[in-house]
């Protein structure tokens, strides 16, 4: 049931966040200034995908802090 819900929420948004688009902006065919273009828009794209990481780990530790605190 959990690997399900992780695998149906959070799993593409992990795997995203760990791909090199910066090795693969390089290999590319692509001029100089399109790629710097792209690497505006991939950083900002990073950064969100780390939030949306930041907010994961905050959501999860608040599910845990609540189970912590009804057993006791």
Do not use: C, E, H
């Amino acid at each position: 049931m959990i690997v399900k819900d992780y695998v149906s929420t959070w799993f593409f948004i992990d795997i995203v966040s760990v791909i090199p688009f910066d090795l693969i902006l390089m290999m590319g065919s692509v001029n100089r200034v399109t790629r710097v273009a792209r690497i505006g828009r991939l950083y900002r794209l990073i950064r969100l995908i780390k939030m949306i990481r930041i907010f994961k780990v905050a959501q999860t530790r608040r599910t845990l802090m609540k189970k912590v605190t009804q057993k006791f």
